[in-house]
């Protein structure tokens, strides 16, 4: 069987941030280990997913924002920082304080701003100190700490790669906005509407159109394809999620 939807930006959101949730290593890490969710909207998704709780202004758990056509900072009036959860349970800790103790077992999730059709995905930094993946990657990558990226198929650019390298070769001089660096997730597992609907459901999914107006822009048309009670399934579930509230500025 196969089907075909259209999800807005913060259904994609909600679907990749259930998606997430169904990772063995992500649930394993839940029984036993210690998981860092730094900020961002789509990571603001995730946090409710795996706390059970819900995040009234999805802005508050981001520090840079893309709103009104420009890259700038979230203005909410109550910021929350990076939650920690270890053993299931959110604790009162700051997440760089955790870090040194990170180990095998444990997760890190970072969204980011571009990914392209290789998996390759990228964040913007404003910080010039590499805002949090600055501060986190080298551990990652020295402890063998699985980063976890939950990014839209809206953020696709063409090339990271080759993103990566063009804002590297100088700085920026004049931004309407804020400026900003690109820094490259290598090694990243990328979770994307596709591989979070492969996660959940034994079918294939493939991307076949974007955008749209009126509310509809960002979003994404995908076709799924399996057996019919997977497909089913499915499709029950997507419907279920289809209305989520826009992330709006506050």
Avoid at 40 to 46: D, E, M, S, Y
Avoid at 66 to 73: D, F, Q, R
Avoid at 82 to 99: A, R, T
Wanted: charged residues 20%.
């Amino acid at each position: 069987m196969k089907a075909l939807f259209t999800l807005t930006s913060s259904e994609s959101k909600r679907l990749i941030a259930k998606g997430i949730k169904g990772i063995s290593s992500i649930q394993n890490a839940m029984e036993k280990h210690t998981i860092i969710v730094a900020g961002g909207t789509t990571n603001a998704f995730v946090a409710e997913e795996l706390l059970g709780i819900q995040l009234e202004d999805k802005t508050s758990y981001t520090m840079g924002i893309v709103t009104g056509g420009e890259l700038g900072v979230s203005k909410s009036s109550k910021k929350i920082p990076p939650y920690v959860i270890s053993n299931g349970q959110s604790q009162e800790i700051f997440w760089k304080d955790c870090l040194p103790k990170l180990q095998r077992g444990d997760v890190f999730i970072k969204g980011g701003n571009a990914v392209d059709h290789t998996g390759l995905a990228a964040v913007m930094v404003s910080d010039s100190m590499g805002g949090t993946i600055g501060a986190a990657q080298g551990t990652l990558y020295a402890r063998g700490i699985e980063l976890i990226v939950p990014i839209g198929l809206e953020k696709m650019i063409p090339d990271v790669r080759a993103a990566v390298e063009f804002m590297t070769k100088s700085s920026v001089d004049e931004a309407i906005g804020n400026k900003v660096g690109l820094i490259p997730m290598v090694g990243a597992t990328v979770v994307t509407e596709l591989s979070a609907l492969e996660i959940l459901y034994d079918l294939e999914a493939r991307c076949i159109a974007a955008g749209g107006v009126d509310g509809s822009e960002g979003s994404v048309t995908i076709a799924i394809e399996g057996l019919d009670e997977e497909v089913q399934r499915a499709i029950k579930d997507i419907k279920s999620l289809k209305g989520e509230p826009q992330v709006k500025v506050h």
